[in-house]
Antibody, heavy 119, light 109 residues
C-alpha cells in the first residue's frame, strides 16, 4: 500500500526557516516524480513544486521561487521542502503527492502538515 | 499562471446528476490531455477521481465521468450519493507548472 506521511509543520516566524519532510513507503520511490501542494486556510489547492526521480530537475510556482527548495533522499525514501524566508501567505496545509510514472497527474497523497507563519 | 475557474458550489438531490465545469485557457486545459479531478474533504488527503480528462482510477465508481471541450473540462457525477459531498478540484498540467481550479463545494440534498 502506498503511504506518504508528512512531518515538520508548525509555527515559524516570518523570515525564519522550516523544513518539511515526507516519508514514502509501499512503492519504488526512485521511479516517481514527487510534488508538494498546499492549501491556505479557506482557499483552494495550489501546486508548489515538483522534483524528478533522480533529483536532477525541479520546478516551482513563481511565488516561492528563490525561497523554497524541494529535494529528495532516495536512499531514505524521503521528500523535503526547505522553506526559507516564509511569509504570512505561505501559511497552509502542505501535502506531498506522487506523480504517476509516465503521466502528469497526482495519484497518491499524504494527509498534510500545517505550517503557520506568524510572529 | 491563474487558477482554473470552477463554480463555487453546486448541489443536487440524491440519485440526480450534477456537472462541475473547469475553465482554463489554451495554455493549460486547452493544450493538454492531462486534466484530472480530485475529491477533497478538509483534513484528509485529496482523492484522485479522474485523470487524463476521462480516465477513472480503479476503485472509483463509474458514476464519475469526465470530458473536455476546448478550454473547459467537466466532471459529471450521476446517481448522487450522500458520501459524494465534499470539495472538488480540477487540475491541469501546463508545462512545468500545474494549475488547480478554484474548487467547487458539492452539496447532496
Amino acid at each position: 500500500e502506498v503511504q506518504l506521511v508528512e512531518s515538520g509543520g508548525g509555527l515559524v516566524q516570518p523570515g525564519g526557516s522550516l523544513r518539511l519532510s515526507c516519508a514514502a513507503s509501499g512503492f519504488t520511490f526512485t521511479d516517481y516524480w514527487m510534488t508538494w501542494v498546499r492549501q491556505a486556510p479557506g482557499k483552494g489547492l495550489e501546486w508548489v513544486a515538483n522534483i524528478k526521480e533522480d533529483g536532477s530537475e525541479t520546478h516551482y510556482v513563481d511565488s516561492v521561487k528563490g525561497r523554497f527548495a524541494i529535494s529528495r533522499d532516495n536512499a531514505k525514501n524521503s521528500l523535503f521542502l526547505q522553506m526559507s524566508s516564509p511569509r504570512a501567505d505561505d501559511t497552509a496545509v502542505y501535502y506531498c503527492a506522487r506523480i504517476r510514472h509516465g503521466y502528469s497527474f497526482f495519484d497518491s497523497w499524504g494527509q498534510g502538515t500545517l505550517v503557520t507563519v506568524s510572529s | 499562471q491563474s487558477a482554473l475557474t470552477q463554480p463555487r458550489s453546486v448541489s443536487g438531490s440524491l440519485g440526480q446528476s450534477v456537472t462541475i465545469s473547469c475553465t482554463g485557457t489554451s495554455s493549460d486545459v486547452g493544450a493538454y490531455k492531462d486534466v484530472s479531478w480530485f475529491q477533497h474533504h478538509p483534513g484528509k488527503a485529496p482523492k484522485l477521481m479522474i485523470h487524463d480528462i476521462s480516465e477513472r482510477p480503479s476503485g472509483v465508481p463509474a458514476r464519475f465521468s469526465g470530458s473536455k471541450s476546448g478550454n473547459t473540462a467537466s466532471l459529471t457525477i450521476s446517481g448522487l450519493q450522500a458520501d459524494d459531498e465534499g470539495d472538488y478540484y480540477c487540475c491541469s498540467y501546463a508545462g512545468s507548472p500545474y494549475v488547480f481550479g478554484t474548487g467547487t463545494e458539492l452539496t447532496v440534498l
